[in-house]
């Protein structure tokens, strides 16, 4: 079984829900891309989703703002997933 968890940039709409602000640039989307495939240290396998919407998913082919929306994404798993998702500590 595969179990889903999905990343947002933090902007006071509920956490349960169609919208969030996007992990870029904090617009409302309803757009997910895959961010990670990983395993846990149970053996689950866990899909990470990030809100990102379309205009940023097109700037994914730019350098600097790909490795800016990584660093946003680690930094939300280590602060708000890593317990939940009990992550080798090299994930991220």
Known sequence: MTTRYYI?????LP???????CIGCDQVTSKLSLYKKTTLKTGEE??????????????????VFLKNYENACNEYIKDRLSQTLRLHETFV
Request: hydrophobic content about 35%; charged content about 15%.
């Open 8 to 12: 947002f940039y933090d902007s006071g």
């Open 15 to 21: 956490n349960v829900g169609w919208f969030q602000a």
């Open 46 to 63: 866990a899909e990470i989703y990030s809100y990102l919407c379309i205009s940023c998913k097109n700037n994914l082919q730019d350098v």
